[in-house]
């Protein structure tokens, strides 16, 4: 098993550009969950799918953020346009439930706005 | 929500045990205790869960106190590449996801 995988790794945009993060979930799993983490917030809870539709998404900071899961092996986070502030780094993570079972967290994209 | 109190940070010498320790007062009866680890440049690691009874895996021990009011996430002999923060977190049986929310964690230095 390949784990949550994210790409990129890394990403450097710059400000005003759109930006796309990827996750492909590990397969089986029916909740998805984007995380963003800085400094001074830590972990926070943007929006999490269940069985590809999105079930929570208030954690989303503004409209400029977007996320859609197509199908159950792929999801994108979309920022449009991106600021600054919006430097973090992005997790993904699956579980088999709504994670009573645990999380499994992919290796994150580290965006840099600048 | 319920919330988790864990000291900022601890520290331990290489090859001995490690107890870290979290407060969860308002714990509910149906709320899971969670243990995840984030290495440095890495994602949240998941560790360990229980309920109710002390829990053993291959990476660590979880005891739970009887009130289930606090519990201790217990590393039998610390190595270096168990130098990372600890996230306790309380995931509840049912109800939304974005109930597991994760605090400022202990950041565990392992001292060689």
């Known amino acids: 098993d390949a784990g949550v995988i994210q790409s990129p790794r890394h990403e450097v945009t710059e400000m005003g550009q759109e930006v796309t993060l990827r996750c492909k979930p590990i397969?089986?799993?029916?909740?998805l969950f984007w995380y963003r983490q800085t400094m001074m917030r830590g972990l926070e809870l943007l929006i999490y799918?269940?069985?590809?539709?999105?079930?929570?998404d208030s954690g989303m900071p503004e409209d400029r953020f977007s996320a859609k899961m197509p199908n159950a092996s792929f999801s994108t986070l979309k920022i449009q346009p991106s600021e600054p502030r919006d430097s973090a780094v992005y997790f993904c993570?699956?579980?088999?439930?709504?994670?009573?079972?645990?999380?499994?967290f992919g290796s994150g994209t580290r965006l840099t706005v600048v | 929500d319920a919330k988790t109190t864990q000291p900022n940070s601890m520290e331990s010498n290489e090859e001995e045990p490690v107890h870290l320790p979290c407060n969860h007062s308002?714990?509910?009866?149906?709320?899971?205790i969670h243990w995840y680890r984030q290495l440095p440049s890495q994602g949240p690691e998941y560790v360990i869960h229980g309920l109710t009874s002390n829990v053993n895996n291959r990476m660590a021990s979880l005891a739970i106190a009887e009130d289930r009011k606090s519990s201790t996430l217990i590393l039998h002999r610390a190595t270096l590449r168990d130098a990372a923060v600890y996230y306790c977190i309380l995931t509840p049986r049912s109800g939304s996801a974005r109930q597991l929310t994760f605090g400022s964690g202990t950041q565990l230095t392992v001292l060689p």
């Open positions: 993570a699956s579980s088999p439930d709504r994670g009573r079972l645990g999380y499994t």
């Open positions: 308002t714990i509910s009866g149906t709320d899971y």
């Open positions: 397969s089986g799993h029916d909740y």
């Open positions: 799918f269940n069985n590809n539709v999105p079930i929570d």
